[in-house]
């Protein structure tokens, strides 16, 4: 599984407006849904909320890795959200978020978006990664960053 196989380039969004994170997820859920990957919201940005009121996403340097299962999608889908300000967001070591990696999984898949989050994990370790990432000025050039990174870290079969 790579990242680019869930995360499209028109599921990017460089200049998050809000800097609080139920309003930062929101924005990215909002992009979804008009992107029709998702068609309520709503209802996934509540299940969110649920899964943060058990231990913050924000896995510290400036990242955030929010997600939940649901019934409204096939297959596994994400979406990032890079902020030049940064987002509160509860994070483990207390400072502001700056990207965010939101993943949805289909409800009835098993450990799918445990996969993910070990995939972005890994990619997001690496300093430079993140500030490249931080600094990229459109989606295409954010998107390009993490399917080049990721094809360093990917073994050739």
Do not use: W
């Not at 008009?34 to 299940?47: A, G, H, N, Q, T």
């Amino acid at each position: 599984m790579k990242i680019t196989d869930f995360l499209k380039e028109e599921c990017i969004l460089i200049g998050l407006k809000n800097r609080e994170k139920k309003g930062a997820i929101s924005e990215l859920l909002e992009l979804l849904k008009e992107r029709k990957y998702i068609k309520d919201s709503k209802e996934i940005l509540d299940s969110i909320m649920e899964r943060e009121k058990l231990g913050s996403t924000g896995i510290g340097q400036g990242i955030a890795v929010p997600h939940t299962k649901t019934d409204q999608i096939e297959n596994l889908v994400g979406a990032v959200g890079i902020s030049e300000n940064g987002v509160s967001f509860d994070a483990l070591d207390g400072e502001p978020v700056y990207i965010i990696f939101l993943i949805l999984a289909p409800t009835k898949s098993i450990g799918l978006h445990l996969k993910a989050l070990a995939k972005i994990a890994r990619l997001l370790k690496d300093k430079t990664f993140r500030n490249a990432l931080r600094k990229a000025s459109s989606s295409t050039e954010a998107f390009n960053i993490i399917k080049e990174d990721e094809e360093k870290l990917t073994p050739v079969s």
